[in-house]
């Protein structure tokens, strides 16, 4: 059965950092790309990046945490993380990770293509 399960969330403040990590179980991360996303109150559900290991590790990051955030995996652990760092207020939201057996190149952002899930981490920036 395939897993993921999220954590490292919590109440940072603005300028602050924290390094979520995405426990796979199930399947090798090596052979699925890993995404996070996001979920603030009253918004949909945004990609915020993702790792491809089988697609020339090919690395994507939404424009708003360029610069900032840097998503990276760990075969032997079977984790995916994701370092936050010059956190803003508006990076306030649920952080989910998505893993999906096929790459989709400059799509990765569809969440509607990802096929299993974990149940969220909260991160909360204070200004």
């Known amino acids: 059965e395939v897993q993921l399960v999220e954590s490292g969330g919590g109440l940072v403040q603005a300028g602050g950092s924290l390094r979520l990590s995405c426990a796979a179980s199930?399947?090798?991360?090596?052979?699925?790309?890993i995404a996070w996303f996001r979920q603030a109150p009253g918004k949909e559900r945004e990609g915020v990046s993702s790792?491809?290991?089988?697609?020339?590790?090919?690395?994507d990051y939404a424009d708003s945490v360029k610069g900032r955030f840097t998503i990276a995996s760990d075969n032997a652990k079977n984790t995916v993380y994701l370092q936050m760092n010059s956190l803003k207020p508006e990076d306030t939201a649920v952080y989910y990770c998505?893993?999906?057996?096929?790459?989709?190149?400059?799509?990765?952002?569809?969440?509607?293509?990802?096929?299993?899930w974990g149940q969220g981490t909260q991160v909360t920036v204070s200004s």
């Open positions: 790792i491809a290991s089988k697609d020339n590790n090919r690395i």
């Open positions: 998505a893993a999906d057996s096929l790459s989709y190149g400059s799509s990765w952002y569809l969440k509607s293509l990802y096929d299993h």
């Open positions: 199930g399947f090798s991360i090596g052979d699925y790309a």
